[in-house]
């Protein structure tokens, strides 16, 4: 577990990223390549906090499904290359797979079509003591959909009111609220990328025959809608930070850096659980040394 000055610095360094109000956020006010107070090529510092973080999240993970009353969601929103995949691989290389389920959200099913926009994420929820990650999910109703409204219409509504966007983020957030008081701890990421980054990016795969099946044409013509999905990422923040769903906004124009937020922000709210592991006591304490003295007497 964490010493004190350990969970000090993990709080210092993602409080600047972390919106629990989003009535005055702006995204201006964030810039992407920001590193806090530590340095690019710290090397060093960067496999230090690798290892710190893997570590304590493979205890953390333990304990979370010892005591077996919370469930942990994790969602993660970014534009086309800004790491997802890589944060996702990166922070959590070191827990159980069997305590850690990443669900992918791509373009909606036929059958998913035929329910609310809520159901498939609805079905991919983690149980008690589990880690659920989303990888993109229904924030994707604010963002994709509201820079491209024509993709309401496969949506089979009944009728589409004009605040359509201001009624799904009141549904979102109810929604969420009842997760929480129902043991889901929720923590939203956004990977935030410079325009500038993510073309160096999409450069490098085409320029790398091994980086090129990461690339899609469909890419660049999201690229062209890229102010229209600012303001959308804008809006989706400020209509749904909380405190029980808080977002992070962290830098992505840094993987390092990108991760290592990822990592501190898992972790203060995995250790904000005070998870514990149950105390054995009564007549399972008595198997257990009576199982003791069987194994003592062979």
């Not at 919370?70 to 922070?91: E, N, P």
């Not at 589409?160 to 043991?183: A, C, F, M, T, V």
């Not at 890229?226 to 830098?251: C, G, H, L, S």
Request: charged residues 30%; proline residues 4%; contains cysteine.
């Amino acid at each position: 577990m964490l010493n004190k000055q350990q969970a000090d610095k993990i709080r210092k360094t993602i409080k600047p990223y972390c919106i629990t109000d989003g009535k005055s956020f702006r995204l201006k006010d964030f810039d992407p390549a920001d590193t806090g107070n530590f340095k690019k090529n710290d090397k060093a510092w960067i496999k230090e906090q690798l290892d710190l973080g893997i570590e304590t999240m493979r205890e953390l993970q333990e304990r979370l499904y010892a005591d077996d009353k919370w469930g942990v969601l994790l969602i993660f929103q970014a534009m086309d290359a800004a790491g997802k995949d890589g944060a996702i691989k990166h922070v959590f290389s070191g827990v159980n797979p069997q305590g850690c389920h990443v669900t992918s959200f791509k373009t909606p099913s036929a059958e998913e079509l035929d329910h609310d926009y809520l159901w498939r994420c609805s079905k991919n929820l983690p149980e008690r003591g589990q880690i659920g990650i989303f990888n993109r999910s229904y924030y994707e109703e604010v963002l994709v959909v509201k820079v491209h409204p024509a993709f309401l219409g496969a949506q089979k509504l009944p009728f589409i009111p004009d605040d359509i966007w201001k009624k799904r983020y009141h549904d979102i957030s109810q929604w969420e609220k009842y997760l929480h008081n129902n043991g889901i701890l929720i923590r939203k990421f956004f990977l935030h990328l410079s325009k500038e980054e993510q073309k160096k990016r999409f450069l490098g795969r085409l320029d790398r025959e091994e980086k090129n099946w990461k690339f899609s044409a469909s890419d660049v013509r999201e690229r062209q809608h890229w102010d229209k999905y600012m303001e959308a990422y804008e809006e989706m923040i400020r209509n749904t930070a909380t405190e029980y769903a808080p977002w992070y906004v962290v830098p992505a124009d840094s993987k390092w850096f990108t991760r290592a937020v990822v990592a501190y922000a898992v972790i203060d709210a995995l250790e904000s659980l005070n998870l514990q592991f149950p105390k054995i006591d009564g007549a399972k304490l008595e198997d257990l040394r009576t199982a003791r003295e069987v194994l003592m007497s062979e």
